[in-house]
């Protein structure tokens, strides 16, 4: 009986977080506006889909799944740019108004993007059904990030490849520090977060039976740059125009200079289920 009241009140903990986590993003899907022209966001796209087509190759008739879809609601749309490439394309978000507006931009766009409501701790889908699974800045949202990797692993058939980003812990620009200064002061809205270093990325894909076959990085840049031209972008402040000269000389790096893109404030690892 005590174990029983004990797994009902686990249960129930979890649940209140996961209601407590959908209304937060919930509510910061229906503030935020569409960030898709801002300059950071271009070269943030520009950066994923070369990504992309390095470690997946051609998409053309690949089953995909997304973890998050706040880039296909209000960001980078790298999941509708996968359904151009002739990709079978999933998401998933835990928040509702997240995935209403990754819907509503599909249509748009005339995509056949497959949406659903759902917590990435869970996958809806049976085992081995995706030949690939992409998620950038997400798994680092919740505690129990092992639980989503598991899921990961699961999902994925037998040499399927997932490509996964979180925030760099060492990240020579020092983001981690001014997420937890901003998050000390309550203006960082996307708490909690946490940021990993690469040794421990890898071991936990590896406990869960993901072999990490590539390490890079994404968004060589002060995180700063990227904080600013959103601010000024939503705000409308000409200040705007000046992020293309501020990201010029990173992409100089980026472009000239492979090894430069492990310094990226998104630390990525491409990892394969044996």
């Not at 819907?103 to 995706?130: E, V």
């Not at 904080?227 to 000046?242: C, S, V, W």
Request: aromatic share 12%.
């Amino acid at each position: 009986m005590e174990d029983d009241q004990k797994a009902k009140n686990t249960d129930h903990l979890y649940f209140e977080q996961i209601k407590i986590q959908r209304q937060q993003w919930d509510d910061l899907a229906r503030m935020m506006p569409d960030i898709l022209p801002a300059a950071s966001t271009q070269y943030y796209r520009q950066r994923e889909i070369a990504l992309i087509r390095h470690h997946f190759g051609d998409l053309r008739g690949k089953k995909i799944l997304k973890l998050d879809l706040w880039n296909e609601a209000v960001n980078t749309r790298i999941l509708n740019w996968m359904d151009c490439q002739g990709a079978d394309t999933y998401g998933m978000d835990i928040s509702h108004i997240t995935a209403y507006r990754a819907q509503q931009n599909a249509l748009i766009s005339n995509g056949r993007l497959r949406i659903l409501q759902s917590d990435i701790r869970s996958i809806p889908f049976a085992n081995n059904s995706f030949d690939f699974v992409y998620t950038m800045g997400t798994i680092e949202h919740v505690q129990e990030y092992e639980i989503v990797v598991q899921e990961i692993q699961r999902v994925l058939k037998t040499r399927g490849r997932a490509i996964i980003g979180v925030p760099h812990k060492w990240d020579i620009f020092l983001r981690p520090l001014l997420v937890k200064v901003l998050d000390l002061f309550g203006k960082y809205l996307y708490a909690p977060e946490k940021s990993m270093g690469a040794s421990e990325l890898k071991r936990i894909l590896e406990r869960s039976d993901l072999q990490v076959q590539y390490r890079t990085g994404l968004l060589l840049m002060p995180g700063f740059i990227r904080m600013a031209d959103l601010y000024f972008y939503t705000r409308g402040i000409p200040l705007q125009k000046l992020t293309p000269l501020l990201l010029w000389p990173f992409e100089q790096f980026e472009s000239r200079w492979e090894w430069t893109k492990k310094l990226g404030y998104l630390l990525v690892v491409v990892a394969e289920k044996s």
